[in-house]
């Protein structure tokens, strides 16, 4: 009973490495035919039925004027145009509003965590409302709570100094940057830059040398002397355009859009509810003893959450947060309900209607929406390799 | 390793199965026949052209006429499913065979009808767009409306001829644009607009359902022109000529006296040309569209003529009180004209 029990030969395509090589080729083949197949019979249909096709309408007039664009744009434009004033209009939202939720979301955050009852339960009440309510309904909520109790242009609420508030918006004072004036802006770029540095260079004395060295005379050298000595010394001079009610409406100046309003408000306190719940995870994420430790090292409360507790709790709440950033980038899509023009609304919406070319139009909006993730994906995981880096 | 083969094997198929639906292509006619139903594209709600009343019965101008195409068809009027779209959703709906016709209050134009893939059937509206405004405005003429914030819906003809007609002359607004007519009212009734545009039509539905309906009015202006005509896809000249001969044959109707009510007494006692429109005839009108002798008498049957159609939803007597206008018969002074049926 001595023989050796050969194990029985193998098919080589049924080992492992093979087999899943197999699998996965097959796979992609089949994916790439479907798509390729679903491609060309949605170009085959289009030209079957003579509908136009492909990217030349972006060269074309587009006939319709938009409420807001923060770059040139008259209905002789092109609709490329139309599409960078939406891209523009939906960044400025999106940048806005990830800014508001983030500073909101962490006080929120920090306000639940805290000692006193009161606070820690409004912010408990505040995270359950906003987050258990639909976005969409939130937006009409705040546009017409923003519209109805506000008075007619004619009846404007004054605040003093050229602001006025109505229900055709926040109108406020536009400066006028007229001679000279670049040469202030170019000094402030280059006193911020200058001061950033020294901020940069304390930080790294203090972690070589255990050192505080001040940098608040930097900053103010940066931001404020240099630019006013430069403002004297070139003679620059600033004008002013002041809102006037002129018929309907308020001229000159510059004027806040409810629309504008209502979606940021909306945008930024529904995520800004999450934010406001991932800061508090990331927060008690924080081994207590680091907490212990901190407090028998005689650090005052304030210390030991800037100093000990928030480096450590942003490990856990970048990644999560970045997840919050990337939901509201999409949602401003939902602005669209409520007229403000982003890139549903004004590519999706009249571009697609107007030039007919749904496919293009739709893949053009679905293009930006994913460079736009991307891009936040990308800083927020800089970000957290940062983070990363810094605890080892 | 079994699943893995199961989903190989079920993306292929799948792909496979896609295939065979794209490559097979009917007349509309008959998959509308094997169907048992016309699908056909109205407005969300818009009193007199297409609105669901309590129970989800669409009724209205608009959807009158698909009720008429499908007596036509089925000898039936109730076999039809409404799908409301609004505007940016109409010409895709249409473009992809999701509807069958789009009866929605929609312009022709020639864009749609050549890039866009449409063909449109006799005009059923003749339209334009203007302005509604507070009466407390002390507005009188569109021209005062310099520097106004404008309420509209997007992804239509009315947001063009805006921008042209301020630019032309010289004035400057605000466009607030939402994609449902619906928002459009809740903003311009919010006090967000000075001013809502829209067909003409479209304005004296939609006051209806104001807060208070007293409290607006329509600027004497009409900027544009808005025939208001069915349409179909490209591809299939058989459907559009069915289309095409309803319509005919509801302002035939019309025009020759013929009623919802008279209709079954006309097939013998009309003239012959209306005995011919009426299948009463050994003509094989009917069979030169696909449909039998009868289309006509059934469509007519269903929904009465031109004339009764517009009376029973948007005519003077109704809420809307629209005038016949350029809608009147060519005969009274206004446009409407039916090629003849033989």
Known sequence: MSQILKPPRQVFWTRGRIKATLFQAGFIVCLVLLVWFIFSNTLANISNQGIASGFGFLEKRAGFDVALSFIPFTSDSTYARAFWVAVVNTLVLSGLGIVLATILGFSLGLARVSKNWLIARLATVYIETFRNIPLLLQMFFWYFAILRPLPSPRDSVEFGAGFFLNNRGLSMPRPLFETGSSWVFAVLFVGFVFAFYMARRALRIRKETGHGVKVIHWWLLGLVIAPAATWFLVDASMGLSVPVLTGFNFRGGMVVLPEMLAALLALSFYISAAVGEIVRAGIQGVDHGQTEAAEALGHSRKDLMRLIVIPQAMLIIIPPLTTQYLSLAKNTSLAAAIAFPEVISIVAGSTLTQTGQAVETIALAMVFYIAVSLAIAGVMNYLNYRVMRQRV | ?342
């Open chain 2, 1 to 342: 390793m079994k699943k893995k083969m199961i989903l190989s094997f079920t993306s292929v198929a799948a792909a496979m199965m896609v295939a065979g639906i794209g490559s097979a292509q009917a007349s509309t006619l008959e998959e509308v026949q094997d169907r048992g139903y016309l699908q056909c594209g109205v407005s969300p709600g818009v009193a007199g052209f297409s609105n669901p009343d309590d129970d989800g019965n669409w009724s209205g101008f608009d959807v009158d006429f698909c009720r008429a195409v499908s007596a036509a068809i089925f000898n039936d009027a109730d076999a039809v499913r409404y799908t409301p779209l609004s505007n940016t959703e109409r010409f895709t709906a249409v473009q992809s065979g999701e509807v069958d016709v789009l009866s929605r209050t929609t312009t022709r134009t020639l864009n749609r009808d050549t890039a866009l893939g449409l063909n449109f059937g006799q005009v059923m509206f003749y339209d334009g767009q203007g302005f509604m405004v507070r009466k407390d405005s002390g507005i009188n003429s569109a021209l005062d409306l310099d520097g106004a914030s404008v309420c509209t819906s997007s992804g239509s003809t009315t947001e063009l001829n805006l921008a042209d007609y301020f630019n032309e002359n010289d004035m400057s607004y605000l466009p607030v644009r939402f994609d449902r007519a619906d928002e459009v009212l809740a903003a311009y009734d919010g006090m967000r607009c000075d001013v809502y545009t829209s067909d003409l039509s479209g304005l004296a539905a939609r006051r209806l359902v104001m807060n208070d309906p007293s409290e607006h009015k329509i600027l004497p202006e009409t900027i544009s022109k808005e025939p208001l005509a069915p349409a179909v896809r490209h591809g299939d000249d058989q459907w559009s000529d069915i289309i095409n001969w309803v319509s005919h044959a509801l302002i035939g109707a019309e025009e020759h006296g013929v009623t919802a009510e008279n209709v079954e007494r006309m097939k013998s006692e009309g003239s012959v040309s209306v005995r011919r429109m009426l299948g009463a005839t050994n003509d094989t009108t009917g069979e030169w569209l696909g449909l039998t002798n009868d289309w006509a008498a059934q469509a007519i049957g269903a929904v009465g003529n031109y004339g009764e159609m517009f009376e029973r939803h948007v005519g003077p007597n109704t809420p809307l009180g629209i005038e016949r206008g350029l809608n009147a018969l060519y005969t009274d002074g206004g446009m409407q004209y039916a090629m003849p049926i033989k």
